[in-house]
C-alpha cells in the first residue's frame, strides 16, 4: 500500500503528531492502525456519531449517506468543519483535530 500524503493528528493538548495517509482507509481507521484513541461507540458504522473530528486543512471525500442523514437530522451537534471519522477519507495531506472528549452518542438521550 502506497501512501498518498501525510496525516497530522492535533490533540486537545496542542501536541501534533504525522503519520502517513492512505486513500483506502477513513481517519477512524488510521487512528486504530496507528494506536491513536478517538472516541467511537458504533464500531464505525456512522450510527453513533461520536467520532467527530475537525478537519483543519486538506482535503477528505466527501459527505454522503449516513453521515449526510447523521447531520441533517442532528445539525446543531456538528461544528464547522466536522466530519465523522468513520466516513471520511483523506485525498492527500490532511490535518485533523482531534476532540476533548467523546460527543452525544446520537442514538441515546444525551444527544
Known amino acids: 500500500m502506497r501512501a498518498i500524503g501525510v496525516l497530522t493528528w492535533v490533540f486537545p493538548n496542542g501536541s501534533t503528531l504525522e503519520t502517513a495517509a492512505y486513500e483506502q482507509f477513513n481517519i477512524l481507521a488510521h487512528a486504530e492502525v496507528f494506536e491513536l484513541t ?14 467527530r473530528v475537525r478537519v483543519l486543512a486538506g482535503e477528505v471525500t466527501a459527505m454522503q449517506g449516513e453521515e449526510a442523514q447523521l447531520r441533517a437530522e442532528h445539525p446543531s451537534h456538528f461544528g464547522e468543519l466536522e466530519r465523522l471519522a468513520c466516513r471520511a477519507r483523506p485525498l ?5 483535530a482531534v476532540r476533548t472528549k467523546r460527543p452525544p452518542d446520537f442514538r441515546g438521550d444525551d444527544a
Open 38 to 51: 478517538i472516541a467511537q461507540a458504533c464500531g464505525g458504522q456512522a450510527e453513533c456519531g461520536t467520532c
Open 92 to 96: 492527500g495531506d490532511v490535518r485533523v
